[in-house]
T-cell receptor, first 116, second 117 residues
């Protein structure tokens, strides 16, 4: 069975602070995909990143960075110099290999509140 | 990027009535679409996988007779909530897959907020 755990229910930071959102996953597949999505108050999911299990390189995109560590089954997301517009719910998700469908298993989500 | 639309964006209906929600891939063909449900302040839960031209595959615990899914074309999947009750009030989100087994993308619709009174 696949499972995604986002232990942080809610995080509040002050603008310009760095913040890391944790994601721990469980799967028996050797090939899988990990995702992060942002859900602002409007409700629409915004795709942030997809990483396959064979690519452990960390990624940086502007103020966003991701740290993937298979040894600890973690895929953490860091926002540098947070801004009020970053306030949203962030979901980490896991998907099995393509041949088993692309069903996403979502974590419970982390509410991020960035105060000015 | 590719666009997935949902209609309506929100709907209020009376208990006992049926509601149809459409999910369209606007600029690509999607052999597979997914339907998710999200209760307030909760995560997204997969309800069913919708494949064009075949019956939908429902997740465990989802009533197939209550949530009717039809994927009649490569650009349209519909979810009908039959005999809706207040506990069916939720945010319903669809997604569509495009690409190959080697390289694919999944795009989400904006969601439909259903309120049953």
């Amino acid at each position: 069975a696949q499972k995604v755990t986002q232990a942080q229910t809610e995080i509040s930071v002050v603008e310009k602070e760095d913040v890391t959102l944790d994601c721990v996953y469980e799967t028996r597949d050797t090939t899988y995909y990990l995702f992060w999505y942002k859900q602002p108050p409007s409700g629409e999911l915004v795709f942030l990143i997809r990483r396959n299990s064979f690519d452990e390189q960390n990624e940086i995109s502007g103020r966003y960075s991701w740290n993937f560590q298979k040894s600890t089954s973690s895929f953490n997301f860091t926002i540098t110099a947070s801004q009020v517009v970053d306030s949203a719910v962030y979901f980490c998700a896991l998907s099995p290999p393509m041949e088993y469908g692309n069903k996403l298993v979502f974590g419970a989500g982390t509410i991020l509140r960035v105060k000015s | 990027g590719a666009v997935v639309s949902q209609h309506p964006s929100w709907v209020i209906c009376k208990s006992g009535t049926s509601v149809k929600i459409e999910c369209r891939s606007l600029d690509f063909q999607a052999t597979t679409m997914f339907w998710y449900r999200q209760f307030p302040k909760q995560s997204l839960m997969l309800m069913a996988t919708s494949n064009e031209g075949s019956k939908a595959t429902y997740e465990q615990g989802v009533e197939k007779d209550k949530f009717l899914i039809n994927h009649a074309s490569l650009t349209l999947s519909t979810l009908t909530v039959t005999s809706a009750h207040p506990e069916d009030s939720s945010f319903y989100i669809c997604s569509a897959i495009t690409g190959t087994s080697v390289s694919y993308e999944q795009y989400f619709g904006p969601g439909t907020r259903l309120t049953v009174t």
